[in-house]
Structures are given as structure tokens and as C-alpha cells.
């Protein structure tokens, strides 16, 4: 693995970090940022900044107008992106929109294409991808998969419930992961209008970031046509698998971002702030801590570098995309929590980013799927192959 970066790629994460600095940080304090996420207006205002400097939607295909990233491209502009919570959304990689490009681009026929990819990768519309379940339906364990989809004619008629259903409000379509009749999940492709698909209620969460918030679903003889089944029927987990390894990594690369920002605020801060005679940062129990972010966004960095390369060699990469979300997730919790301490009581209050980041970055120890899942998923492997090896 090479670890230098190409010119060209040089200049794009130059041209990304400029964007960031220039048209999205004068927009943090932006009113129209809501406990559920930025409202529709305040996101299409962000959006069109991104069209206009040539940065919407990067990861698509040039096919479908993006840039066709490879996988350590994204990593390098993502989390330039993500430098500020806004930018994902401003250049259309958030989740689960990002994830949901990648899924369509691979599994969806060129009429879904039309349809719903393409309005997708050009930022007039948004997604959801509906599959986590209340009990004891699919949470970690997507084996448990309670919404049904039985055929009816030329229709599947879809009943269950979902939550925890990220970007759910103000989205056009959701891909839905329901267990048909032969006992496997399928996914299915719907508009949110269709009668049947309700929005229950907004789920009030520690992070605000995510354009859309969290909802909880309710299908209720949703009638999908069969046309509609994306990609093919009973094969739903091994397509979620096509979405799983670079969504999980897309995750690890933004939050990167995010971590990088705040300890570039408690940088400032200590470089500034005099106590008990001298700068913050030059007392050593201010200073170690900074090291040891310098040490932990390094370490996040290659390991979600590495796993991007495995992915661009046409590897699926679970293994290495499940080690990169759980050290991504704790190395930059720390990251964070450090800052926090190092700004003192700036960082527990609106008065510094750091405080909205802090909150924004728990649940990813949680999201796609826990880290403890991980670990067991892992030591599974591990034993496996230790297994192979005995004598």
C-alpha cells in the first residue's frame, strides 16, 4: 500500500477544504438547524453551494454525475468534508443517502435508476433505508426480521414497523427490508406518499446532525409492486452486504472529520489560554492529552486508509471494515472527550463546537451495529481460524 497521494487527488481535498472553510463554517450558527437535523430549506441552500463548486455527490459514478471515487479518495475528502457537521449533508454524503447510492448503483435496474437514483445523486431528493426493527423484531441481529411482505398479484403487501429509521423525515423514497413468504428478506424500493407508509413519530436523540432525524414507521398493507423489488427476491442480506462494508467505512471517515475539528479547536484553546502562569497547553497534563489525539487520529486514519485500499482491491473487506468501525469509533470518542476536558467548561456548553460533535459522537459506538458485535463477530473468525490450525 502506498501511502503518498496523487496529485490530482491533492488538489480535490485542497478544493474540499477550501469549500468547507469558505461557504459551510460561516453557516454553523445557521437558525434552521433542528433537534431532528437541518430543515429542508437550509439544506437545499447547502446543497446548491456544493453543485456550484463542482462537489455534490463526489462518490456517484460519472455515470450518475459524481466523480467516481475510488474508496481511499472518499476517505481523503470525506473527512475534509466532515470537517463540519453541515458539510456532508452540503455535499450530499451523508447517511443514509450515501449508502443508498452505493446499494442502487450496484443492485437497482436501470428503470429505478431513472426513477429514483439519479434525482438522489443530484440532491433534489433524499432517502431512507428501513430495516432496524423494535422487539423483537431486527436490531444487531437482522435474523430476526419481523415485517412481512406477502405477494398479492402483481404487488407484495408489506406490514411491520421500523425505528431508529435515519433521514425518515422529508424523505422521497426508503428502501425497506421486510421476510417474504420463502422465509429470506427481500428489499423493496417505495415513495414515502404511497398510501400504507406512515411516519409515526420522530425519535428525540443525543445527536442532531443527520438531515431527517431518527422516525419511527409503520407499514401498514403497503402495496409495492413487484417491479419495485430491488434487485432480486429473498436475497435482501446478501445485498445488504454490498452496502455494508463501504457504509460502515464511510461512517469511520467522516467521524474523523469531526473528531480532527475538535481537537483543532482544544489546540487553539490551549495555545491561548493562560493558567497558573503559563499557556494551558504547556502544563503536561493538558499537553499529553493532546499528543494522545494527535496519536489516536493517526491511528484511525490508517486503519480506515488501509480498509478503503482493501475495498479498491475488490476485496468485500468485513473483516477489516468491522475492526476500522470499532478503533475508529473509540479512538475518536477519546479524541473528543479529551477536548472536551482541555476547553474546560467552554466544552460542555453551546459556546464551542466541540460541545455539539461530543453529543453528535456517541451513538457511533451504536450505529452499524454495536461495537460489542463487533468484537464477538471478530473473536468468532479468530477462533475459527484457530481451529483450522490446530494440530
Known sequence: MNFSLPDDLLALQSRVREFIAREILPMEQDPRQTAHGPRADLRQELV???RSWGLLTPHASREMGGLGLSHVAKAVLFEEAAYSPLGPTAMNIHAPDEGNIHLMEVVATEAQKDRWLRPLVQGHI?????MTEPAPGAGSDPSMLATTAVRDGDHYVINGQKWLITGAEGASFAIIMARTEDGNATMFLTDTDRPGFRLERMMDSLDTCFTGGHAVL???NLRVPASDVLGEVGK?????????APARLTHCMRWLGQARRAHDVACAYAARRESFGRKLGEHQGVGFMLADNEMDLLTTRLAIWHCAWVLDQGERGNTESSMVKVISSEGIWRVIDRSVQVLGGQGVTSEAIVDRIFRDARGFRIYDGPNEVHRMSLAKKILARGQ????
Open 236 to 244: 435482501g442480506f446478501r445485498y445488504a452486504q454490498v452496502r455494508l
Open 218 to 220: 409503520r407499514f401498514e
Open 388 to 391: 483450522g490450525g490446530a494440530d
Open 48 to 50: 446548491a453551494k456544493a
Open 126 to 130: 433524499r432517502s431512507c433505508f428501513a
